[in-house]
């Protein structure tokens, strides 16, 4: 037995605006409106997702509590016109070890 059938029901006021939202991404999710607002009330919590040992470390020291928030810290980071060369110099190493996978 699944836990949505051992779970009781929990009514839920909303404004029709946003249930209509809700609505909408659940379908464009193909998802219940009930999976959609836990997923995302669930996205509304931190999580812990940092690994242990040195790359888990290194996340924490540079002030991150996902590593979710530090791709996407790097991700703006790197994408913007400024670090252009950064970010290609970057895609060149990861190049060169997926040629040459021994070094």
């Keep these: 037995?699944?836990?949505r059938h051992v779970l009781p029901p929990y009514s839920l006021r909303m404004p029709a605006?946003?249930?209509e939202k809700l609505e909408d991404a659940a379908v464009?999710?193909?998802r219940s409106l009930n999976a959609e607002i836990v997923a995302?009330?669930?996205q509304s919590?931190?999580?812990?997702d940092i690994?242990?040992?040195r790359f888990g470390t290194v996340i924490k020291e540079h002030g991150f509590s996902t590593t979710t928030d530090a791709a996407k810290n790097w991700a703006n980071h790197v994408s913007s016109p400024e670090n252009r060369a950064e970010l290609e110099?970057?895609?060149n190493t990861i190049l060169r070890m997926l040629a040459n996978p021994a070094e």
């Excluded at 919590?45 to 812990?48: G, K, N, Q, T, Y």
């Design 45 to 48: 919590f931190p999580s812990s």
């Design 28 to 30: 464009q999710g193909r």
């Design 89 to 91: 110099a970057l895609l």
């Design 17 to 19: 605006d946003l249930r």
């Design 1 to 3: 037995m699944s836990d």
């Design 40 to 42: 995302r009330l669930e």
């Design 51 to 53: 690994p242990p040992g």
